[in-house]
Structure formats: structure tokens, C-alpha cells
């Protein structure tokens, strides 16, 4: 669907509360006229916005003269809203252009935005031209950029010059935002130590390095210990020694940003890819030959049920990849971010990004980081099941120990099973190690003020855990209380605003226009697909599901006061003449693809409620 031509508006003023890698200097609009200003709504807890950021990189460089690139950080969760976290997430990803601290949300309630990550795009006079929703934009930004410096150059209205990017000051320490650990069989350790890109062998006393695995240069390389190359490695998997036996390595890495999975041979550091092209996944699906499936952005691996289980953070789901064959295959979720249980194939994730098996390997244990729960996995008698212990949904967080189904997590990214069968959570945005007894089903916190803890590693003795403390860069060893603390903190809930609906028909139409030279792809059926649902799923009486086009009427509910549509949309758009719908044999094509989750208050008898939800995947 194209969206009829919208009337120019200016762009609202940035607003916030601090700038960073400006050297300390605001930034304003009307400063910046003259250059293209490309506004990249985030939050640095979102794998999808990550992605974004990967996806700009090679943008800035090529446009380094004519466009500015401002990072507007408007968080989810409360922790995002320190700007401690922040400033330190913005080195973690290598944020190489301003950000403007939004905690308050002003600036992306100024520009409408809905979901992370949203791009909009301001030309040289200062009017929004284009705003964008979800991932694989680069193409399409490149085509509208190349426009708006012919259109602008044209007019006398470009300036070109250099980007208000100011770098802070290099921080060293041995390690750099370490991810995950995991022992090693002859007792010692090994973490990823992600920002240096590279592997780290430690002693048990959590300190003395052994050797270091890659060369800290981002980048994928197999090799020798010290040619291979990782980009942000994160979580680690020791394989049985029968399997190692076979295969030739040892270790399976989640090699994140270069969306593969790497072995590792301990006995001299040799490291090899064994899954994965280095391309981000596009499309729903896959499975077949490791070396020739795309992934995105596997962030953790364990050994459970005879083979390797990836939780591959960047489509919501959890994969298998079995060493010996060489294969690998969607193992649970459907890409659908949020929570739903049940059987494997039908289940929904939200950025699995901690795994762990029980020791008699009956139960898979998740951090399920977005929805902020603990999840497990477990073979049934169809295959795999799909079951919640802790956590309501994307939307609901915080700090609360007692009944399961009363406790709040806030973005937990490890998990480790004790020696009594209850599991450790890394909570890593509250900054603590908890603990949650399936046979009490109580929850409870073992320590506390941590800093971004994002593994917990069990000691052989049971009564200590070794944390990852992933924003002190360093590894520490905490006991495990015979009396556990009890919190009763403040439930919480992601701050945006509702949108009020009236009950009944309320029509949805997802705005996509391809980039100029590009036409939705129709050589085989409709290249678009919407699914819709809800929270709770007596919101939505009608409307609900998967099918093809770009609109959708649904029907809402009068004695449901509130909830969340959900909406997943994707569009396929190749080359090719959009005034004859002529495509070429070849032709390049790009899948354009969002999740939204839109809060709505359902309300009766006020006048002038809008009957019609736009949401903008590609709006100019």
C-alpha cells in the first residue's frame, strides 16, 4: 500500500534532559539546518534497535558530509532512565554519533513514534520528510538520502561538513563489558569479554588471565587463537567430550554481531564458524546446512537434549544446532515477541537471552529478557512444551520477591540452576542475583547492588555463585545465604502513552511506500503479511490473526477497559518499474518488517475518537 502524500511539517525541537559525544554541547535543530538529520529512536535494551545501529554504520561513513545521525535514547525500563546506563551503553554498542537523553519521553512524543527502533528523517529546511518503523531501512535511506542532496543542492539550501560527533575519553580495563562464563573441564574458566571482542581464559580466582582467544579486532576470521576475529561474543556452551571428540572443538560461542555461532579447540585456541553466514536472518524460518542459514543474533547456547539450543535473541526464538550433522532448525517460537505458552511451535519469546540446563537435563531454563521472566522449555510427549515460572509480559517489571506469580523481574540475561534444583536469575536492570524454588514457587533475592549482572555460574561446591558484572567489567563470587532477602519494591510498567479507542470497529492500515525504483514484490501472491493480536485476547473480538495486505478492520471489546494490540507487519519490495509492475529476473529485494505494541484505553461516548490506527513501517 503506498500512503497518499502527507503535508510538510516541521520538525519538532529536540528536547531532553543531557547530550552525549557532543563534547558536553546541546545540540538544536535550527544548528544543524543546511544538513539531513536522521533521528534514530532507541532504547539500549531492544535487540532490534541494536541491529538498527549496525544497520546506520555504514550510512554515516558514506554520508559523513551531508548527514547528521542523533541517537534519541527513549527508554523502556526504569533502568534505562539512569544516565550512568546509559553513557555506559552507548560505549557497549559503539555509538559513534550524538545521543540525546529522552527519559521523559518528550522528543519521541513530539515525533509520534510508536515502537522501537522508529528513524525519522529531517531535511536541510528542517521538515520531517520520511518516518520509518523497524529494521532494513538501510537500502531504502540510501535511495531518500541520495534525493534530498540532489533536491537540496539544487536549491542552494545543503551545507556540508563535519558531524558534531565528539568521542569521549577511552576507557581501559581488562575486561570490557564481559557477557557470559562458563567452567571448563579442567576447573578454570572462560568468559566472553565482549566489547574487546575476544575470549578470556581465567583462573578460578576470577582474575589471573591464562590466555586471551581472537585478536580484539571486530570482525569474522577463523584461525589461529591469535588471528580469529569475534564481533560482541556472548554466551558459551562446553560440549560433551564424546561430541568434541567428533566434531574438533570444544566450545560453542554465540558470536552475536556477526551472527554466528564459532568452535573453539582448547587445546590451542583454534576457532572456526560453525553456523551462520555472517548475514543478519531477513526472513521467518529457516533450518538446514549450519554453514549456509543466516542467523540473528544468538546470544546464548547450552547442551540440553542432544544437541546445542541457541537462543537467537534477534527473531524471538530458540534454535538447535546439532554439531555432528552439521544442521541446524527452528527448535520454539513463531517470531512473535511477547508471552505465550504452550506447545513449542506455537510459543512466543521476547529476546530469550539466558539459557540453562537442569543437571538431569529434563528442563531448559530462559531468561526471557523484554518480557522480564524466567521460562523453561521441556520435551513432551509431541515435542517440546513451553511453560512460564516468573514474569506477565512485555510491559511489566520490577524488584518483587515472594509468590511467582506476584514476583517482578527487570531485564534478566542469565540464569543457572543450584545444586537443590532452584534456579539463580541474573536480574540484571535491578542489579541483583534472585532465586526462584519450583517446589515453593516463591522468589526471592540472593544479593543486591550489582552492576548489570549478565551470567550467574554455579561453583562446584554449591555454595557460591561467580556473576558476571557485566557494567564493572569484572567477574565476582557471591555466597549463597542460608536466609535469603525478601524485597517488596514498586511494580512497574513501560511508560508510553495509551491511545484511547472507542469500542468496535476500528480500522488498521500499516503505511508503506517503497523507495523510489522499488515496487512491492507481487510476482508470487501478496508479498505482505499482518498479524494481529492482543493482551489480554478479549480486547480483540474480531481481526485477530495472520493473513496477507497491509489493513485489517478489527473489532473491539466494550468490557475490556485497556490492553496492547499487537501487530507484527512485513513488505517485500524488489527493483523494478512501479508504473508497468515490470521486475527484473535479478532483481535486488529488501524485507521491511515491525512489531509494535500499542497501548489503547478502550473508552465510550466521547466524541471525536479516531476510528482508523495508522502505523507507519515506511511513511514519506
Keep these: 500500500m503506498t500512503a497518499a502524500r502527507r503535508p510538510r511539517v516541521r520538525a519538532p525541537e529536540l528536547t531532553g534532559r543531557a547530550w552525549l559525544n557532543t563534547g558536553g554541547e546541546p545540540l538544536t535543530l535550527a544548528g544543524l539546518r543546511g544538513r539531513i538529520v536522521l533521528l534514530d529512536f532507541w532504547t539500549f535494551c531492544c535487540v532490534n534497535c541494536l541491529h538498527v545501529l549496525d544497520e546506520l554504520r555504514p550510512l554515516e561513513r558514506e554520508y559523513a558530509d551531508v548527514l547528521v545521525t542523533v541517537g534519541v535514547h527513549s527508554p523502556k525500563f526504569a533502568h534505562e532512565a539512569d544516565p550512568d546506563a546509559l553513557a555506559a551503553a552507548v560505549e557497549r554498542y559503539a555509538v559513534h554519533h550524538p545521543v540525546l537523553d529522552d527519559p521523559e519521553l518528550v522528543t519521541w512524543r513530539a515525533y509520534a513514534a510508536r515502537a522501537w527502533p522508529t528513524l525519522a528523517v529531517v531535511d536541510p529546511e528542517g521538515y520531517v520528510v520520511a518516518q520509518l518503523s523497524g529494521e532494513g531501512h538501510a537500502h531504502g535511506l540510501r535511495v531518500l538520502l541520495d534525493e534530498l542532496v540532489a533536491e537540496h543542492e539544487t536549491k542552494g539550501t545543503l551545507r556540508r561538513g563535519d558531524a558534531p560527533y565528539v568521542p569521549p575519553p577511552p576507557a581501559r580495563t581488562a575486561l570490557r563489558f564481559p557477557g557470559k562464563v562458563v567452567r571448563l573441564p579442567d576447573g578454570g574458566l572462560l568468559v566472553s569479554d565482549t566489547a574487546h571482542h575476544q575470549l578470556v581464559e581465567l583462573d578460578d580466582d576470577l582474575e589471573t588471565e591464562r590466555r586471551r582467544i581472537g585478536s580484539g579486532r571486530r570482525g569474522l576470521v577463523d584461525g589461529a587463537v591469535d588471528v580469529a576475529a569475534f564481533s560482541e561474543p556472548q554466551g558459551l556452551a562446553v560440549l560433551p567430550p564424546d561430541v568434541a571428540g567428533r566434531v574438533g572443538y570444544d566450545v560453542v560461542v554465540a558470536d552475536a554481531v556477526n551472527h554466528a555461532l564459532r568452535g573453539v579447540r582448547l587445546a590451542d585456541g583454534t576457532v572456526r ?224 502513552p495509551e491511545q484511547d479507542v472507542a469500542p468496535g470497529r476500528l480500522a488498521l492500515r500499516v503505511a508503506f511506500t517503497p523507495p523510489t525504483g522499488q515496487k512491492l514484490d507481487d510476482r508470487w501472491g501478496d508479498p505482505t503479511r499482518l498479524v494481529v493480536s492482543a493482551s489480554p485476547p478479549g480486547l480483540l473480538l474480531a481481526g485477530a490473526g495472520s493473513a496477507s495486505g497491509l489493513t485489517r478492520d478489527l473489532e473491539l471489546a466494550g468490557d475490556v477497559p485497556a490492553g496492547v494490540l499487537h501487530v507484527s507487519v512485513q513488505a517485500a519490495a524488489c527493483d523494478g518499474d512501479p508504473e508497468t509492475g515490470e521486475v527484473p529476473e535479478h532483481a535486488a529485494c529488501h524485507l521491511y518488517q515491525q512489531d509494535w505494541g500499542i497501548p489503547v484505553r478502550v473508552v465510550d461516548g466521547i466524541d471525536g475518537l479516531d476510528d482508523e490506527l495508522v502505523l507507519d513501517l515506511r511513511g514519506v
Excluded at 274 to 285: F, H, I, K, M, N
Excluded at 358 to 364: A, N
Excluded at 443 to 452: H, I, K, M, P, Y
Excluded at 468 to 493: I, K, M, T, W
Aim: proline share 5%.
Design 273 to 496: 564458524t560453525v553456523a551462520g553466514t555472517g548475514e543478519q536472518l531477513r526472513r521467518r524460518g529457516g533450518g538446514g546446512p549450519a554453514l549456509e542459514q543466516d542467523l540473528s543474533t544468538p546470544w546464548d547456547v547450552a547442551w540440553f537434549d542432544g544437541r546445542v539450543v541457541v537462543a537467537m535473541a534477534g527473531v524471538h526464538q530458540l534454535w538447535a544446532f546439532h554439531p555432528d550433522a552439521g544442521t541446524v532448525e527452528v527448535l520454539a517460537g513463531t517470531t512473535a515477541e511477547g508471552l505465550r505458552d504452550g506447545a513449542a511451535h506455537d510459543a512466543w519469546f521476547a529476546q530469550t537471552s539466558g539459557l540453562a540446563a537442569d543437571p538431569d537435563g529434563r528442563r531448559l531454563w530462559l531468561a526471557d529478557s523484554e518480557t522480564s521472566a524466567l521460562r523453561w522449555l521441556v520435551r513432551g510427549d509431541d515435542g517440546h512444551d513451553v511453560g512460564t515460572a516468573v514474569g506477565t509480559g512485555l510491559f511489566d517489571f520490577g524488584h518483587r520477591d515472594g509468590p511467582a506469580q506476584d514476583a517482578l523481574l527487570q531485564h534478566p540475561l542469565g540464569v543457572a540452576v543450584l545444586p537443590d534444583g532452584s534456579v539463580a536469575v541474573a536480574d540484571t536492570y535491578n542489579g541483583a542475583v534472585r532465586r526462584y524454588d519450583p517446589a515453593t514457587r516463591t522468589v526471592t533475592t540472593l544479593a543486591r547492588d550489582l552492576a548489570e549482572p549478565s551470567d550467574v555460574l554455579v561453583d562446584p561446591d554449591g555454595a557460591t555463585l561467580v556473576v558476571v558484572e557485566s557494567a564493572a567489567h569484572r567477574l565476582v563470587r557471591v555466597g549463597v545465604p542460608a536466609q535469603a532477602q525478601q524485597v517488596d519494591g514498586v511494580a512497574r510498567r513501560t511508560a508510553r
